[in-house]
């Protein structure tokens, strides 16, 4: 039995094809911004090509993520909140809080003693405390992403970022900068302002350990251990923070088989439409 | 990792001597309040301006301005956590951030079983009640409702009415005195019930007597900030207001604006200014202060910007009621009435608008060369209205007029370089005004 | 045409039959809130209309009169009627509902004056003194309505109106009763179609509508059982059915709301007392909207949310709901206030709450989707 689960989020596309013993055949992840959208379909291709696979072998294919609503090939779409639970159960079985940091959105997401979703929150149409808000202040600061955690590093304390509107918060940035603060304190301060956002956020769950945080932006380490901090207790991150939610689809994609849930009679290797 | 010391300050330079003495004296708020509850008395949670003040001082029940308690925390800027944990308990960011700061407060006070560790002033004391009512604005009874899930103490609130704009004064006054009177009674049966005394009728009388007095003194000081180069500028108004309102119905107001009026009159006749050179003088239209930055005024006088009166706080002048009132609730239900409606004839003849016609007034007495409003993201009812106002205004005046846009407490709605770079352009409108 | 058809078409088009009788001559009162009794403005033979918003047009004209911290409800109809939508009012009344509504009566009137402006102060408090102050307010609203229109109320057709519109509230109480079965004969986005096409008729047309409708929907042949959860929706102005649709299609049936363009405006009847005015002021200062204090009965937490949310106990239980979605209307700082306890209240009876706060807009309701089909999937 085969199984796969597509993720596609506002900037990335993660796909993940899983076995019945819920064993990872293959992983992928591609871009989805506004331009590449089109391509959705064929990450879950080269998914499919780089498992050896056909796409008629598999055997249920759930759609998450921001673009899951019309995927003309996938046999059910869920939540992205429940497919990182149910990525991370597997991953880290005593998880009780998921930390999911997006490129638009950030989430919060509660367990239970089963592992299924209790309680969650999501952050508000808003870029702060998500990866775009660190992505337009790197911008700023003409750092690349990538960089942001070994800078932050040699940060002996952090600059405190106020605003939390990214557009205040930008200028905000600028003139500290003119002031003479260090870039290092500075991209600390930033860490520093996602994780204290998303930690409030995340508080309003009641934080208990296990603490996981997922989603691109869990790669930083400045963040996480900003997060940490906040937390106050130690945060755990999957070896692929990307594909959480992918293998949660795929994982759950098994559980709908086994229970003959119906399938997409019309499967179609198409392009995905986008909602508004 | 420690936060690295922000530049500058946010408090700000003061003008006359009796403002810096504020300090002590909101300070002291919170200090009586433990006082009392340690000498058994009653501490209630309490509004300003809704007209109840001296009931409370006359059954001997001490006032915790929970607004203020918000002011005082972003004036230290010791606000965050309080904001942050009513965030996390569920009130939306865009709700009032002074009813987020004492909801904040409490929620943590529950939480920790105890007044959280170093709470600006000391904190506020447990209450015995809550006591918010309908006047300025709805957070200022829904916000005790709301508090009811941190404390298990009663709470009363008391509809403060005032007619709409258009109603006919004639039809309504009868009406609106007689609710206005008997949600008084209401009140002072619940704290005689939570107090177990009779309120005194005499005590009641003396203590609007104070208020009274107070008031007329604060009228009398602002009447003396007609004077050029200004003696007194906003900042020190947005410290000597605690006096009439955090005292009201005491001697220790009267006290100090006695002192404060003896200081600004020697001021403004020796021409004793707040600037060395005074250029532009600038009245401050409408909205709460920005508590968490005050400095920025001072950084208008750096231009010779000078804020020389305001409209808000003093939201009266002082009243007449008929002598035929006997009973001392009929007086403040009368007085409330005639408050509120001050402006309403004046509004009816032309405007349509009584804070139009107020400031109107007041960009003449005071020779203003500009209005600043201050629009706050979690306030409606300071906010809205403002740019309504300003353009009646823009039609009667050709003064350059400017709004400011952050909040009273959250700074994070406040972004200092907008700021600077607006009141820069401000300050530019000022110069070629002048120039002609 | 069907009545179903009929209230869709008044749903869509709305306005239209108002201005249809405003252009034949008759008076037509446009009004806020749940404060401004039909029933009045009815007696005087004019015609009610309960002023509505947009969640499809942006809000752009407005801005220029109106700070963006202003209820977008509010200022969405302002922006409306800057743009002209509501010139065919012969009548404009606010009632002192909120500070944003106390606030928009004096600009909107500025702005865009009707023949007749009004504003009817509410008390926040309830209690007998309460009750009185509401009753002169409606009293003088009546007179300044007398003066400014040369009619006389007359109070035969004052009772009329009252029983007029208990019976409209019977009916709709019906309708609702329909919702009770599993799954319901007549969905939310169905029923909110119908209570907003009513907005602005004439009452008489809508109860003739509503009853046609009911027989309607009862004939309706019994659907099969299915698992789906059964949502209350809680909230404020929702006059669009885009995001009852939205709740609906993430798999979802919405069997019962409190809304104030639904339940609260209609729910419970005005006592026909001898004097009719004195009825209709304790039925309306009544409404269960978030502005108004409940006082509290005892110092006791869990008797004060009794107190204020009985009612809600009893929609919850007749209407077997398994979960709650509020949709708050940001900038709202009474339903801001309110969420947090009504939300602790439901928890209290193990119904789960999923709490949004928005923009009174469809144009982001896409983003609301993933939380709404969360929740649904976290409890379903």
Redesign the interface.
Known sequence: MLFAGLDIGSTMTKAVIVDGNEKILAALVGPTGAEHRHLAFQVMDETVRKAGLSFEALDFIVATG?GR?NVPFADKQ?????CHARGIRAIFPGTRIIIDIGGQ?SKGIKLNDAG?????V?N??CAAGTGRFLEVISETLGIRLSDLALISAEAEGFVKISNMCTVFAEHEVTSRLAEGARIAEIVAGLHEAIAGRVVNMVRHLGIEKDVVVTGGPAKNAGLVKAIADKVGLPVWVPPEPFITGALGAALLGKGFAKRNATRNQTRRMESVTF?? | MEQREQQGKTAAVKGTDMARKVRGMVKNIYQSAHEAKQAGGKVAYSMIMSQYDEILRAMDIVPLPTENFAGVCAAKRQMDRFLLQAEA????Q???SY?RIGLGFDSLRKEGSGIPDNSPDGGMAMPDMMLGS?SV???R???F??A??FL????????V???????NLE??RD??I??QK??FR?LIAFLEKQTGRKMSDDRLWESIRLCDEAWRLWYEIDRLRVAVPSPMPSQDHFSIMAAAHYYAGTQIAVDFYQGLYDEVKYKAANKNGVVPDEKYRILYGAGLPPWHTLWIFNYFESFGAVFVIENVYRAYDPVEVPSSVQDPVEYLAWRTFLRVTQWHEKASARS??PYVEKLLEMAADYKTDGVVFH???????S??????IK??LGRYTDIPMMQLTSDMVDLRDYSESQWKAQIGAFIEALAARKRG | MTAGAKLDELYKNRGVRAKELHNAGAIVIGYFCCFVPDEIITAFDMVPYRIQGSQSEPIDEAD????P???PFVRSCFNMALKGSYDFLDGFVAP?S???IE?????WS?HRPSPF???I?V???Q?P??E??YR?ELD?FI?SLEDWSGRKLENGKLIKAVSLYNERRKVLRELYDLRKSDPPLVSGTEILKALVAGMGIPGAEHLALLRRYVAHVKERPKPRKDKTPRIFIWGSEIDDAAFIQLVEECGAQAVMDDLCTTTRSFWEEVPETTDPVEGIARRYLATHC??N?V??KE???IS?LEQRYGYIKKFIKDWAVDGAIFY?V??C??C??????L??YLNSLDIPVL?I?DDYSI??I??L???I???L??IG
């Not at chain 3, 606030?103 to 600009?107: C, D, E, K, V, W």
């Not at chain 3, 801001?336 to 306890?341: A, K, R, S």
Request: charged share 25%; aromatic share 10%; proline share 5%.
């Open positions: 921001y609503i869920v939540t992205e909140i429940t959105d299924t979703v209790a309680n969650f999501m508000d149409k909602f508004a | 308990d569920g009130y939306s865009s709700l009032c009813a309908s604005c709805d957070p009874y829904k916000w409702q709301a009811g899930r298990d103490v009663p709470r009363y609130n008391v509809d009415v005032s007619p709409p704009i258009r109603a039809d309504t009406y609106y007689r609710y008997e949600q209401g349509g608008n629009a706050c993201r979690s306030c409606r009812a906010t809205l209205g403002q740019t309504h353009n009646l | 220029a009169f109106l700070e911290m202003a209820c002192h909120c500070d944003t606030r928009i009566y004096g600009i500025h402006n009004h504003m102060n008390p926040h408090m209690g003194s309460s009185a102050f002169s003088y007179k978030p502005r204090d006082p509290q110092c006791s937490r004060d708050i940001r900038y700082d009474t801001e206030l309110e969420g947090p306890d939300r602790e709490m706060e144009s982001t896409g983003q989707r993933t939380r089909q969360a929740f999937e976290m």
